[in-house]
Nanobody, 122 residues
């Protein structure tokens, strides 16, 4: 079974920084796209940043220039460096990975982390 474990959330003052980590474990042949989503109170879950196997990235307009997504394929991990945090960034952040389970068939499945709370005080 595949499991995504997130860490790094917490309470930070506006203008501060946090680094989120997500590590995948289990029976995995390969991990394709990886991403971070967030969901603020009373709002829908939104894509924050995504990164392909080859390292191509894209970001939500609201975080461009402040957040950086990266990955370590050897560690099967994805990271989100968050700088210049704003109160509007307060949300539960979720790791998302598109995983190929089998070396023999193209069996792709999406997995989610449990979520980690990021709270930015103003």
């Amino acid at each position: 079974q595949v499991q995504l474990v997130e860490s790094g959330g917490g309470l930070v003052q506006a203008g501060g920084s946090l680094r989120l980590s997500c590590a995948a474990s289990g029976s995995i042949f390969s991990i394709n796209d990886m991403a971070w989503y967030r969901q603020a109170p009373g709002k829908q879950r939104e894509l924050v940043a995504a990164i392909t196997t080859g390292g191509r990235t894209n970001y939500a307009d609201s975080v461009k220039g402040r957040f950086t997504i990266s990955r370590d394929n050897a560690k099967r991990a994805v990271y989100l460096q968050m700088n210049s945090l704003k109160a509007e960034d307060t949300a539960v952040y979720y790791c998302n990975c598109n995983v190929r389970l089998s070396p023999y068939v193209l069996d792709l499945r999406t997995y989610w982390g449990q979520g980690t709370q990021v709270t930015v005080s103003s």
